[in-house]
Nanobody
Framework: QVQLVESGGGWVQAGDSLRLSCAAS?????????MGWFRQAPGKDREFVAAISWNVGGTSYADSVKGRFTISRDNAKNTVYLQMNSLAPLDTAAYYC???????????????WGQGTHVIVAS
């Protein structure tokens, strides 16, 4: 079992940056899992943002965040990060980290989820 806790959300102005963190705990170390970030805006479905493979050999991004967001992980700290630059109001959402034994951008492939952290970007 894996427990995930996100942090780092907040209220920012358009153009600002934020770094989200996802700390993992439990009986299984996250270094054996692929990790993903997803987001859900009010009234919309949860969508893929970024993913990173277990050995950091691969990363992938949604087109809407490519070039602005960077996913990284520190397996020694059991932590995954999402660096978000040039934030825009359309990035306003609850952000969730998730763990999977499959490197994937598909929400249904992720069995373990955090509770989310909110990001609000004002124009």
């Amino acid at each position: 079992q894996v427990q995930l806790v996100e942090s780092g959300g907040g209220w920012v102005q358009a153009g600002d940056s934020l770094r989200l963190s996802c700390a993992a705990s439990g009986r299984t170390f996250i270094r054996s899992y692929a990790m993903g970030w997803f987001r859900q805006a009010p009234g919309k479905d949860r969508e893929f943002v970024a993913a990173i493979s277990w050995n950091v050999g691969g990363t992938s991004y949604a087109d809407s965040v490519k070039g602005r967001f960077t996913i990284s992980r520190d397996n020694a700290k059991n932590t995954v990060y999402l660096q978000m630059n040039s934030l825009a109001p359309l990035d306003t959402a609850a952000y969730y980290c998730a763990a999977s034994n499959r490197y994937s951008s598909v929400l249904q492939d992720y069995p373990y989820w955090g509770q989310g952290t909110h990001v609000i970007v004002a124009s």
